[in-house]
């Protein structure tokens, strides 16, 4: 199984930008299909940004239109672009891979590789 590392968490100010990365630890064909997820104490783990293999792209409404989720197989890494970011967005980042599945939905259930999480904090 495949270990995931997310960076690029922090604090920044409401309406500010931050990126993410989710690096693999062995190289990939292009062949399964990746996932952002965030959860704080007070609420579920939410399904917001996933890649498929076609490299089409879902997100939630929550993100959409703020956030962008990439991927550059060759570095064997995962972005997330987080831009106008709001307090609401405070959470814990995770980033998950399924590699039996060419498509997947915003569905923590489908994913078998998480990331350790990284902490994004935004501020009023």
């Known amino acids: 199984q495949v270990e995931l590392v997310e960076s690029g968490g922090g604090s920044v100010q409401s309406g500010g930008s931050l990126r993410l990365s989710c690096t693999a630890s062995a190289y990939r064909n292009s062949n399964y299909c990746m996932g952002w997820f965030r959860q704080t104490p007070e609420k579920e783990r939410e399904g917001f940004a996933s890649i498929n293999s076609d490299g089409s792209t879902s997100y939630a409404d929550s993100v959409k239109g703020r956030f962008t989720i990439s991927r550059d197989i060759a570095k064997n890494t995962l972005y997330l672009q987080m831009t106008s970011l709001k307090p609401g967005d405070t959470a814990m980042y995770y980033c998950?891979?399924?590699?039996?599945?060419?498509?997947?939905?915003?569905?923590?259930?489908?994913?078998?590789?998480w990331g350790q999480g990284t902490r994004v904090t935004v501020s009023s």
């Open positions: 998950a891979e399924e590699i039996r599945r060419w498509f997947c939905p915003l569905d923590g259930s489908v994913f078998t590789s």
